[in-house]
């Protein structure tokens, strides 16, 4: 048996123990892994979602037992110090020796840290592992803690020092990025690119100096700020230094292996290096004069020298590695492909550029037009997959090659079907994953959805951008194979949402064994239709989330919104947002009783948290006995109608939108929907309660109400969509009546109606003609299920506390009175908050 | 925060050296769940009322540290009778204790027995 020692646990010194251990001939290896970080190998290219959760864990390539399990000897936290390559022998920091066959070198890189005056001071620190994260976080606590508004650098304004601002705001301090290049992302964006790129960071919030050398680094013990001139200087708490990689071959010089002139172990196109014993992979490697600090090369590499081991001597890498990226910074879009920048002596560039949008578009073509040669896009990179593939697989452009980027609306972005794609399209680049094992594994009944091509071909398990291309494709095929593709909701039910909905319409049933005996696979409900099937029971029977408790999700079971420490928080309705002085008192004498966390939320309410399981029915009691009602802040239900003060007081008032919008919001609370449902009335066109952006807006207009419907926040905002213009207010109740008990008989779980209006085949012409001209004949039976609703109302709260059986299940023991011991709160500013979870 | 979890041991049939006497039957949901306290443990108790089995695991889930697995809902994963978590809906087997959708560490499962319609858990100590 042959031995082969790692040295290096990083991406792709794991990449390499995964490939290897899934070759048949991995049995006749041993394999050793030195890593000299603490734990093992974890995802770099996400590192900046440790300062989101500080989950070290989630970020792993694998967990430790795995290594164990597939025979990999995995030493972490011992540095290889030695390679004698006559003997074929290692040492360790801990000068301990061991024999090799084979030596794979992944070391990986260091940051370069530039030789500036006084880079050694306290509170300058480099972005690469997460102890570096670790010291980080906990510099930063101790500034925050001494001074409300510290500022932290980010010295480098390319890839990494853009991650390491995300990182800066996530920490709570005000984010600067120092770059001495004129532009942001020098490597990846043109000029006008990157102009476009820090208008929009700027407006996030970051500050952005460019051309700027810093000359030293201020302070005495610790930092207090950068020079950069004699009279230019930047007062900073913090740095972060992200100014490029150096590659970690102080090891490879010390055996004599050859290196390149600035650094990096030379290799060939099998990876071997100038030892035959001794091969190098990822950002060590030398390959073409170049280093690749990309993943995805660095994944190529390491099958490479797999299969060079093995003895598959014919696969070596190509000549020409493609660099293309795409990636999302602080929320943008940015991606580019090919070759970005392309001389005008090889092609023309077709540019699109809107910075209103913060939106740029570069796509450069041969001079013939025929072929696309590569690109840049930031702000909105949707388009990126197909036009990499077009490019990689050179297929045919359209004759006017600006279709390509133009917006769709001006008969632009007609890209073709992925279906079109040939089979050899690498979809997939981190593994390396082709159109065609997709397709495969679906043909051959391997794998029956998305889920299932993922574990097969590990297709977007690595950066991930290629999971919306591979969904697309899995489903293209199924379409093409004649399959049905499922939107069953959860293994128990071979039924939709919709079908569902018919069926305990139809039979009437009352409970959710009676659905799940009747029409299920014979098992035995789960967390996704047991309260799917609640809300239907809500929505068809106007049930309360009382009725059958057990099938409800936890925030419903116990009618408030469960928080990070297992408390609950607490939101009473106030409607339009309206409220009396003595009600507000009330509030908040109730809030200082039971020591709740107060804060007004983005609906104009106010949230009460940190209250206990026990504590809820106590604190309900006394909220119900000022007059206040459930908010059902907690359930897939109305929240609010948010709303602007209107003609009542405004100067400018075109209407009533403080009475229309609690009328709408006491006509529509408590019913239960497929997702949250948000409201909002403004009085004038100035649009002061952000009506656009809710699930139903209301602007005043002269000669009556415009009606926009399909609005929301979230990940992906969207503006609501006129939909009915000066209509009065009976007719605003008509048609909302109607398009909310459509979209709650329709929509798919958990979907908002913005994605279900997007997605509902004829789009909003086709919702018209149903809610307005009544093209389905429905409109009459959507008002009366909409209006039994209404009338049927009960607040769900008022029922538990006037009921000793429901008020049991308030307790956090069955067999103590006792609280939940395990709750810890820390103080925040004047009031308090959960122990941050480690 | 890790040493909360190592109150909690899986107890195997033949180890119980205790069987604490929780509650009685109607003081659980059907197809739901409650919190015993035990000593200074806290224990998940569920009425798989569809099996006409009972479950036991420790409340604690092990993702973040809360104590909030009885208040998930229950079901069944092809088959193994499972509890999801309120928090972030990890799912565990109620019947070992392993977690179904991910590399958590596995839950400390318990006995439970029923007699005269009261719900006694066995401890091992």
């Given at each position: 048996m042959k031995h082969i020692i790692v040295v290096g646990n990083g991406m792709v010194g794991y990449k390499f123990c995964e490939k290897l251990v899934a070759q048949e001939e991995s049995k006749n290896f041993k394999i050793t892994v030195f890593g000299e970080e603490p734990r093992p190998a974890y995802d770099r290219v996400h590192l900046s979602e440790f300062f989101e959760n500080q989950d070290a864990k989630a970020l792993e390539m694998a967990p430790s037992e795995w290594y164990a399990e597939n025979n990999i000897d995995l030493i972490t936290g011992e540095r290889v110090s030695d390679i004698n390559r006559t003997e074929k022998i290692i040492t360790t920091a801990r000068d301990r020796e061991f024999s090799y066959d084979y030596l794979i070198m992944a070391t990986g890189s260091v940051p370069f840290v530039p030789p500036i005056k006084g880079v050694e001071k306290e509170g300058v620190f480099v972005y690469r592992t997460i102890e570096d994260l670790e010291g980080m976080l906990a510099y930063a606590a101790k500034l925050k803690a001494e001074k409300p508004h510290a500022r932290a650098a980010v010295l480098g304004g390319g890839l990494l020092g853009l991650e390491a601002g995300k990182a800066v705001m996530d920490m709570g301090l005000?984010?600067?990025?120092?770059?001495?290049?004129?532009?942001?992302?020098?490597?990846?964006?043109?000029?006008?690119?990157?102009?476009?790129?820090?208008?929009?960071?700027?407006?996030?919030?970051?500050n952005i100096h460019l051309s700027k050398a810093t000359n030293q680094i201020l302070g005495d013990s610790a930092i207090t700020g950068m020079e950069f001139g004699e009279d230019d200087m930047l007062d900073v708490d913090m740095l972060i230094i992200s100014a490029g990689?150096?590659?970690?071959?102080?090891?490879?010089?010390?055996?004599?292996?050859?290196?390149?002139?600035?650094?990096?172990?030379?290799?060939?196109?099998?990876?071997?290096?100038?030892?035959?014993?001794?091969?190098?992979?990822?950002?060590?490697?030398?390959?073409?004069?170049?280093?690749?600090?990309?993943?995805?090369?660095?994944y190529d590499m390491a099958n490479i020298a797999v299969q060079q081991i093995i003895g598959n001597t014919e696969a070596v890498m190509p000549a020409d590695i493609d660099m293309?990226?795409?990636?999302?910074?602080?929320?943008?879009?940015?991606?580019?492909?090919?070759?970005?920048?392309?001389?005008?002596?090889?092609?023309?560039?077709?540019?699109?550029?809107?910075?209103?949008?913060?939106?740029?578009?570069?796509?450069?073509?041969?001079?013939?037009?025929?072929?696309?040669?590569?690109?840049?896009?930031?702000?909105?990179?949707?388009?990126?997959?197909?036009?990499?593939?077009?490019?990689?697989?050179?297929?045919?452009?359209?004759?006017?090659?600006?279709?390509?980027?133009?917006?769709?609306?001006?008969g632009g972005a007609i890209l073709g079907d992925v279906m079109d794609l040939p089979d050899e399209a690498q979809i997939c680049s981190c593994e390396s994953v082709t159109k065609g094992q997709i397709c495969g594994v679906i043909e051959s009944g391997e794998a029956t959805d998305v889920a299932g091509v993922v574990s097969c071909t590990k297709a977007g398990t690595g950066c991930g951008g290629c999971k919306p291309m591979v969904a697309d494709l899995t489903n293209a095929t199924l379409k093409s194979l004649g399959i049905e593709v499922k939107d069953s909701v959860c293994e128990h039910f071979d039924l939709n949402r919709q079908d569902l909905y018919k069926i305990i319409q139809v039979k009437e049933y009352k409970t959710f064994n009676e659905v799940l005996d009747n029409h299920g696979n014979g098992g035995h409900g789960c967390e996704l239709c047991k309260p799917l099937v609640a809300s239907l029971m809500a929505t068809i029977h106007a049930d309360t989330a009382n009725k059958e408790y057990a099938i409800q999700d936890s925030n419903d079971r116990f009618l408030a919104n469960i928080q990070r420490n297992g408390t609950y928080s607490v939101v009473p309705r106030v409607p339009g947002g309206e409220i009396t002085p003595d009600k507000l008192i009330a509030l908040g004498q109730i809030a200082k009783k039971y020591d709740l966390y107060t804060k007004v939320t983005g609906g104009v309410r106010i949230d009460l948290f940190g209250a206990t399981l026990n504590q809820l029915p106590l604190i309900w009691k006394e909220l119900i006995s000022h007059g206040f009602e459930s908010g059902h802040a907690y359930g897939k239900s109305l929240r609010t109608v948010k709303t602007c003060v209107g003609s009542t007081w405004c100067r400018y008032g075109m209407d009533e939108s403080v009475s229309f919008g609690i009328k709408l919001e006491n006509r529509y609370r408590g019913i239960r929907a497929p997702h949250k449902i948000k409201g909002g009335v403004s009085g004038c066109i100035r649009e002061c309660a952000e009506a656009r952006g809710k699930d139903f807006g209301l602007i005043a207009v002269e000669g009556g109400w415009n009606l926009y419907v399909g609005g929301n926040g979230g990940a992906n905002p969207r503006h609501a969509e006129l939909f009915a213009e000066q209509i009065d207010n009976d007719t605003v109740i008509k048609y909302l009546d109607r398009y909310l008990m459509f979209?709650?008989?329709?929509?798919?779980?958990?979907?908002?109606?913005?994605?279900?209006?997007?997605?509902?085949?004829g789009g909003l012409d086709y919702l018209k003609e149903v809610i307005i001209d009544d093209k389905l004949g429905i409109a009459e039976d959507l008002e009366n299920e909409m209006q039994t609703l209404v009338n049927k109302?009960?607040?769900?709260?008022?029922?538990?506390?006037?009921?000793?059986?429901?008020?049991?299940?308030?307790?956090?023991?069955?067999?103590?009175?006792?609280?939940?011991?395990?709750?810890v709160f820390v103080p925040m500013r004047d009031q308090k908050m959960p122990e941050p979870w480690v | 925060m890790e040493e909360i979890l190592e109150k909690y041991e899986a107890t195997k049939l033949e180890d119980v050296k205790v069987w604490f006497k929780a509650a009685t039957i109607n003081d659980f949901p059907?197809?739901?769940?409650?919190?015993?306290?035990?000593?200074?443990?806290?224990?998940?108790?569920?009425?798989?009322?569809?099996?006409?089995?009972?479950?036991?695991?420790?409340?604690?889930?092990?993702?973040?540290?809360?104590?909030?697995?009885s208040r998930g809902m229950i079901g069944d994963d092809k088959g193994i009778p499972k509890v999801a978590c309120?928090?972030?809906?990890?799912?565990?087997?109620?019947?070992?204790?392993?977690?179904?959708?991910?590399d958590l560490e596995a839950i400390a499962t318990y006995p439970v027995k029923i007699e005269d319609g009261t719900v006694y858990i066995g401890f091992s100590e």
């Open positions: 005000e984010p600067h990025i120092v770059e001495f290049a004129p532009k942001l992302m020098p490597r990846q964006l043109d000029s006008r690119s990157s102009q476009v790129l820090k208008l929009k960071l700027e407006s996030i919030g970051l990689i150096r590659p970690r071959d102080e090891l490879a010089r010390s055996c004599g292996l050859d290196v390149g002139v600035r650094g990096g172990i030379i290799v060939d196109n099998t990876m071997k290096t100038s030892d035959d014993a001794i091969y190098a992979i990822g950002e060590i490697a030398l390959y073409n004069q170049m280093i690749y600090g990309l993943v995805a090369p660095g293309s990226t795409k990636l999302k910074l602080i929320g943008v879009d940015v991606a580019s492909f090919g070759e970005p920048f392309m001389p005008a002596s090889k092609g023309h560039s077709i540019i699109f550029e809107n910075k209103t949008q913060y939106l740029y578009k570069r796509i450069n073509v041969s001079h013939d037009g025929k072929k696309l040669l590569g690109g840049i896009l930031v702000g909105d990179a949707a388009d990126y997959s197909m036009l990499h593939q077009v490019y990689l697989n050179g297929m045919k452009i359209p004759e006017d090659p600006s279709q390509l980027i133009l917006p769709a609306s001006s979209y709650m008989r329709t929509a798919k779980p958990l979907q908002r109606t913005a994605a279900w209006q997007e997605r509902l085949e109302f009960e607040c769900e709260w008022t029922q538990a506390v006037n009921d000793p059986e429901m008020m049991k299940r308030f307790n956090h023991f069955v067999n103590s009175e006792e609280e939940d011991d395990n709750i | 059907k197809d739901g769940g409650a919190c015993v306290k035990y000593k200074d443990k806290q224990v998940a108790v569920f009425n798989f009322s569809r099996l006409g089995t009972w479950y036991a695991c420790q409340n604690l889930c092990p993702h973040k540290m809360e104590m909030v697995l309120p928090l972030h809906k990890k799912t565990f087997s109620l019947e070992n204790g392993k977690n179904l959708n991910g």
